[in-house]
């Protein structure tokens, strides 16, 4: 812990008005200015809390005061006092639970603590549902910061009893030829001793103190750093003249980088935007139902569109082409009353229509509609999108040829309705291959025809044409 600051005492007045301020705006951000005395102990004391400002800006993850209400009322506040106020720090509410500083609250706390040689404090408040504030000190940064600030957490005391009743002391106008100021009484107070660890050497004779009064007691430390009080006016710290300029100005030059860097990237994306459009103009010669496949060859899709079925056919499954190696598909059926889905399998219910959907993740990959009807009825070759030879399995191409480069695969576009055996042969194994599972690779510039066969059908036969890269 820095010696610059052991503990942060608050006045009852003080920390009452961070709890008012934090609920009256909760749930959007606020925050306040803190105004006291940095003893040379370690101890800081807060006697004041002053509120954001009318203008302020309040928003759920956004904040911001208002500078001309905050530079006027902390003269005023801080010049009431027979010993005037100091800048200490500041404090702010963060959403929910959020006890860490934003990039933006490190240089607000930067700036705060390059005007005072002893640093500052900057306090984080949360209702998580009950209030807490947790009080952090920065020393103040050497040459320019490199990274996140150093901050360190400092114990909290909340009593008017443990501050000195010479620090509520109020500076009144005492005029040569009348009092304006009536006699103020002398506050009584009712002090427990309180026990503190401070790393300051122990003055002479504190243990012969310890036997006599017990523990050494906060108020006690306070009071053994208490400036010399002289009645000639005197005023608060330059600082409070000084830090918002200085961070209007900080803020100026933050604003000039972030535009460049906005100026800049928006120069890349033009050129790319360009670049692309330039492609696109020399690729015209592509025609759109190459494009189309090219699409339907890299998009995750349903081998169905649409099925019909008979109440007590044997399941079918269905297949989802161009599926991402690892992904986890989940199906779902509008009406299990009607068909049940398992893992891509259909099993019918009973008479009635449904879909069928696939799902990875959130997004749907495909729907299929399901027409259930009657054993007894007939399914025509209309209603079956297949065109089946048999009720359960049957296997046809969405289309008859396709391209491919030297190098590159692709599946064929089989559409399969059940498990049927599949075997694949190619033509000429020296310009395509095609593999058990139906995945087609160009091998040498040429034309090869893929024969698929399959049990309880005909012959079926895929024209490819292999390109050079």
Known sequence: MSDNCQLVVFSNKAYNAIIRESFDKDPVETG???LGHILDNGVWIVMEVLPPGINSI????????????????AQSVANQ??????LLGLWHRHPGSMD????????TNATFARQNPAGVISGLVNIDPQFRITMYHLDRPIGRLMGRPNYEVVDVEVGDDIIPEEYFELRYFDGSESNLHPSV????????PRQIISEQDEPVGSNERKEADGDLDIQHIISGQLPPCVNKKKTASQTLNDFFPFWRDSKKRWLYVLLAVVALTLSVFTFKSCKSAVESFFNDNKTEKSEEQSDSMTTPSLSEDSISLKVGDKPIHISIYNLPEGAKVQWESSDNNVVIVNKGVLTPVKTGKAFVSAFIGRDCIGRCDVLVKDSSDEITEEENSVGATSATTSVRYENTSGSVEVGKSFPLPLIKVGNPEISYLSSDSTVATVSSTGVVTGKHKGTADISVQWTGGETLTYKVTVKEK
């Open 100 to 107: 860490v500083f934003s990039t933006t609250d490190d240089g």
């Open 32 to 34: 306040g200015i803190l």
């Open 81 to 86: 006092y027979k010993r005037p106020l100091d």
């Open 58 to 73: 309040f928003q759920y993850a956004y904040f911001e005061y208002d500078e001309a209400f905050v530079n006027y009322l």
């Open 185 to 192: 009484a002398r506050r009584e107070t009712n002090f427990q």
